[in-house]
T-cell receptor, first 114, second 113 residues
Framework: GNSVTQMEGPVTLSEEAFLTINCTYTATGYPSLFWYVQYPGEGLQLLLKATKADDKGSNKGFEATYRKETTSFHLEKGSVQVSDSAVYFCALSDQMNRDDKIIFGKGTRLHILP | DAEITQSPRHKITETGRQVTLACHQT?????MFWYRQDLGHGLRLIHYSYGVQDTNKGEVSDGYSVSRSNTEDLPLTLESAASSQTSVYFC????????????FGAGTRLSVL
């Protein structure tokens, strides 16, 4: 079945450091891939997405590239800020069977130190 | 602006009581979902609906029920609350198809004592 595996946290970085959060997936079809972010006390919100191989999603300085050959969708940011402290979820949607459910990873908590 | 709202934001109840958590969306989305979030487990799907009168069980549906009588609302009922159901509950909605982005409410923190 479909699944998402992302690196366990917490990840602690200093401000302006480079960020990578790894995500790999297993899917039977051709999934769309997402990164969601959850700030403290809030629900999840979409950060970026990619719908086909080699697509790059980007938003707020974050980027992730859909790599079909390595079944990966790693999240990167060149210079993190304290305000980026949150929980990040990698997710996929595989509508091969007309199923609109989204499969989420377990989340990676990110702490940015000033 | 369209939104999805959950109420209450916080709830304390006793073991054995029936509890209903409300979810209301103004996106006019056909799809609605209920998740619970617990440390170490991430988000787990409880129930979901793809339209009025449609409901489906997720991976952790035991002890929970939903009903969908209109497009806007999907209330989640805990028939007889148990301490294991202490959690943060999130409702989400989506248009589905090629625009399958889920929009989440702010969550309800439920404590069962």
């Amino acid at each position: 079945g479909n699944s998402v595996t992302q690196m366990e946290g917490p990840v602690t970085l200093s401000e302006e450091a480079f960020l990578t959060i790894n995500c790999t997936y297993t899917a039977t079809g051709y999934p769309s891939l997402f990164w969601y972010v959850q700030y403290p006390g809030e629900g999840l919100q979409l950060l970026l997405k990619a719908t086909k191989a080699d697509d790059k999603g980007s938003n707020k300085g974050f980027e992730a590239t859909y790599r079909k050959e390595t079944t990966s969708f790693h999240l990167e940011k060149g210079s993190v800020q304290v305000s980026d402290s949150a929980v990040y979820f990698c997710a996929l949607s595989d509508q091969m069977n007309r199923d609109d459910k989204i499969i989420f990873g377990k989340g990676t908590r990110l702490h940015i130190l000033p | 602006d369209a939104e999805i709202t959950q109420s209450p934001r916080h709830k304390i109840t006793e073991t054995g009581r029936q509890v209903t958590l409300a979810c209301h969306q103004t996106w006019n989305h056909n799809n609605m979902f209920w998740y619970r979030q617990d440390l170490g487990h991430g988000l787990r799907l409880i129930h979901y609906s793809y339209g009025v009168q449609d409901t489906n069980k997720g991976e952790v549906s035991d002890g929970y029920s939903v009903s969908r009588s209109n497009t806007e609302d999907l209330p989640l009922t805990l028939e007889s609350a148990a301490s294991s159901q202490t959690s943060v509950y999130f409702c989400a909605s989506s248009e589905g198809g090629t625009k399958n982005i889920q929009y989440f409410g702010a969550g309800t923190r439920l404590s069962v004592l």
